[in-house]
């Protein structure tokens, strides 16, 4: 599956919606979210059931500052509607499939106690 670009008017749709999302935020001037790239392709095409979006953080301001990204790349990994995973700097390929797996092994519902017990 082709990355898809996420902007303000299909993020919540996109990210809403039950199973795995990953999220690349980058920006074409940077030379690692480049690097990158490739590798975030590559991987899209070996978990057709995942959804790798894009949010190109100069077109897209707005995603950046409701995400506080402050250092690009970063890989946000969400599940079932749920910020499971923020992180900023390009991974090598074995460590983007490894936090898939773990994304993928993730007990959502212990996440969803976990979250419901942090909240005030």
Same mark, same amino acid.
Request: charged share 25%; proline share 5%.
């Given at each position: 599956?082709?990355?898809?670009?996420?902007?303000? #008017?299909? /993020? =919540?749709?996109?990210?809403?919606?039950?199973?795995?999302?990953?999220? $690349?935020?980058?920006?074409?001037?940077?030379? &690692?979210?480049?690097?990158?790239?490739?590798?975030?392709?590559?991987?899209?095409?070996?978990?057709?059931?995942?959804?790798?979006?894009?949010?190109?953080?100069?077109?897209?301001?707005?995603?950046? #500052?409701? /995400? =506080?990204?402050?250092?690009?790349?970063?890989?946000?990994?969400?599940? $079932?509607?749920?910020?499971?995973?923020?992180? &900023?700097?390009?991974?090598?390929?074995?460590?983007?499939?490894?936090?898939?797996?773990?994304?993928?092994?993730?007990?959502?519902?212990?996440?969803?106690?976990?979250?419901?017990?942090?909240?005030?």
């Amino acid at each position: 599956m082709a990355t898809v670009e996420l902007t303000t #008017a299909n /993020f =919540d749709e996109v990210t809403g919606k039950d199973g795995i999302v990953l999220v $690349d935020f980058w920006a074409d001037w940077c030379g &690692p979210c480049k690097r990158f790239a490739p590798i975030y392709e590559r991987s899209s095409g070996k978990h057709p059931d995942i959804v790798f979006g894009k949010v190109d953080t100069e077109a897209q301001q707005e995603l950046g #500052a409701k /995400f =506080d990204i402050r250092s690009i790349p970063t890989i946000m990994a969400i599940r $079932d509607g749920v910020i499971v995973f923020a992180q &900023p700097g390009a991974l090598p390929e074995s460590a983007l499939e490894n936090l898939i797996e773990q994304v993928e092994a993730l007990d959502m519902d212990d996440v969803r106690k976990q979250l419901a017990g942090h909240k005030h």
